[in-house]
Nanobody, 115 residues
Framework: QVQLVESGGGLVQPGGSLRLSCVAS????????MGWYRQAPGKQRELVAL???????NYADSVKGRFTISRDNAKNTIYLQMSSLKLEDTAVYYC?????????WGQGTPVTVSS
């Protein structure tokens, strides 16, 4: 059974930093592309960043230069280092993996950027 568990969200001031973690279990995650998505209140879920099995990365334009996605295959964990946070980064952040065209999601971790 595939499970994704996110952690690390919280309340942070504009300009601050947070690191999100997603621990995966249930399959060999090192062979899959994994990603972070976010959903702000009243908005659709959107892609934040992807990391391939070979650690190639892609970012949404809105977070380029501020966020860094990484993975530790030995720990079945991916991370999202978020810096220079803005009010508009406020959202619930979700970890994702697609296996055989089936998307799996974690429960999400909320990030609130507020002064």
């Amino acid at each position: 059974q595939v499970q994704l568990v996110e952690s690390g969200g919280g309340l942070v001031q504009p300009g601050g930093s947070l690191r999100l973690s997603c621990v995966a279990s249930g399959t060999i995650f090192s062979i899959y592309t994994m990603g972070w998505y976010r959903q702000a209140p009243g908005k659709q879920r959107e892609l934040v960043a992807l990391i391939s099995s070979g650690s190639s990365t892609n970012y949404a334009d809105s977070v380029k230069g501020r966020f860094t996605i990484s993975r530790d295959n030995a720990k079945n964990t991916i991370y999202l280092q978020m810096s220079s946070l803005k009010l508009e980064d406020t959202a619930v952040y979700y970890c994702n993996v697609k296996i055989d065209l089936v998307a799996f999601w974690g429960q999400g971790t909320p990030v609130t950027v507020s002064s």
